[in-house]
């Protein structure tokens, strides 16, 4: 019971957190892609760079787990980028935007879910190499 | 732009959830991770049917660790070894078995209820926003670079695609890459966001400054 309160809490504030930046807006991306939006680009600078103090604290006591350089990581993620200058939205966001009643973002929904589910179940196997389930590192 | 809180507030938020999310539940957060232990429901299933017998007898789980050994090394060297453990002193102290047998794994259903609760949260920050209204497409840029017809829908869902497929062969996203990766400086997760930034860049850049 306890894992799923807080799936529901840090959800919750994460999907409020990133419609509260602009992140949802894509206007905003848009405008954060052409280098035209600075603020935008200092969110995820703030982010990251307080994350690195934490972990660094974190990580005194643990070791944290990291990922591990594949075959598709470069790939992947220029997939990923194309996609999402295109939509607009990652993996979070197009939720995000559903919720915010932006119906269009259903459209980009039912891609995100046919991309995850082609290359779980079609293609994972014929790539020959395993990229891991991503926060199960 | 004033709409939206400025930016040291949601870049601190979105720190304290990683960082929240990490001590709360002992793995970094990663929304594309979620999308994929839903898609693969099914597994949770089968992987829970066949550690069944051993969650209810512990015992089992050492017969078929050592069955697994034999059969990798071979009986002399495995039944070589034991001896010489136990010859006189034993050196190696033997650990018991601490964790469960099953390794930290949140059910699938967890995922799907932290993605439903995205949506939710969306609802509450245009609420908040005093923004939350039914709109047919993503605003006025969107439209007018790709139109409002099923054709915008179609670029929507196949960009989705890529977004779905990348992300899950590139083994990570914004959240997990970007945010919990890139700050534990795992060289992975620095490729990967420079990269999918990078390419993002460029080609808004290219559709802006050429299109």
């Known amino acids: ?137 | 732009m004033d709409v939206y809180l400025p930016w040291w507030v949601t870049g601190a938020a979105l720190s304290i959830i990683t960082l929240g999310f990490y001590i709360a539940l002992r793995r970094p957060l990663g929304v594309s991770g979620s999308w994929a232990r839903i898609v693969l429901w099914k597994n949770d299933k089968a992987i829970k049917e066949a550690e069944a017998p051993f969650q209810d007898n512990p015992k089992l789980f050492e017969d078929a660790l050592m069955a697994a050994t034999i059969e990798e090394f071979g009986q002399e060297t495995v039944l070589e070894y034991m001896q010489s453990r136990h010859k006189g002193n034993d050196t190696v102290p033997v650990k018991p078995l601490t964790r469960s047998v099953s390794p930290n794994r949140s059910p699938w259903t967890a995922h799907l209820i932290f993605l439903l609760m995205l949506i939710l949260g969306g609802m509450l920050g245009a609420y908040l926003r005093g923004d939350l209204n039914i709109q047919p497409t993503l605003g006025e840029l969107h439209t007018n670079l790709f139109g409002s017809g099923i054709g915008s829908l179609m670029m929507l869902f196949f960009g989705g695609i890529m977004v779905g497929f990348g992300t899950q062969m590139a083994g990570g996203c914004t959240s997990g890459h970007g945010l919990s990766g890139f700050s534990r400086l795992a060289p992975a997760s620095i490729i990967a966001t420079i990269t999918f930034f990078g390419t993002a860049i460029a080609f808004s850049m290219a559709a802006h400054y050429l299109g």
């Open chain 1, 1 to 137: 019971m306890r894992i799923y309160f807080y799936y529901s809490l840090f959800g919750l504030a994460m999907g409020t957190t990133l419609s509260m930046a602009g992140l949802t807006d894509y206007a905003q991306i848009h405008s954060l892609f052409i280098l035209e939006n600075i603020p935008l680009l200092l969110v995820f600078a703030l982010a990251i760079g307080m994350n690195m103090v934490g972990f660094m604290i974190l990580s005194r006591k643990n070791k944290t787990p990291k990922k591990q350089l594949t075959k598709g990581t470069i790939g992947g993620s220029v997939l990923f980028g194309l996609g999402w200058a295109l939509t607009g939205a990652c993996p979070s966001i197009a939720l995000v935007q559903l919720g915010e009643g932006k119906i269009a973002a259903l459209a980009t929904v039912a891609g995100i879910l046919a991309g995850v589910w082609f290359y779980r179940r079609a293609t994972s196997s014929a790539l020959k190499f395993d990229t891991g389930i991503c926060g199960e590192e």
